[in-house]
C-alpha cells in the first residue's frame, strides 16, 4: 500500500475576534496557540475544514 497524504497546517492569525463556529474549526484541526503546527491526514473533511478558516492558517 503506499503511504497516506499528510497536509501541514499552522495557524498564523490569532482567534480573537472571530466567530463561534471558526474557534471551533481550528480547535478541531488541533490547533492551539498562534504559530502551532499539526501534520494531518489528507481527507476531504480536513480540506473543508481548512478551507472553512482559510484566513486564519497556512498549509505548508
Not at 497516506?4 to 480573537?16: G, M, P, Q, R, W
Not at 480547535?27 to 478551507?51: H, W
Amino acid at each position: 500500500m503506499s503511504e497516506k497524504k499528510t497536509l501541514t497546517v499552522k495557524l498564523v492569525k490569532s482567534v480573537a475576534g472571530t466567530r463561534e463556529d471558526h474557534r471551533a474549526t481550528v480547535r478541531g484541526l488541533g490547533l492551539r496557540k498562534l504559530n502551532s503546527q499539526r501534520t494531518l491526514e489528507d481527507t476531504p473533511s480536513v480540506r473543508g475544514m481548512i478551507n472553512k478558516v482559510a484566513y486564519l492558517v497556512q498549509v505548508l
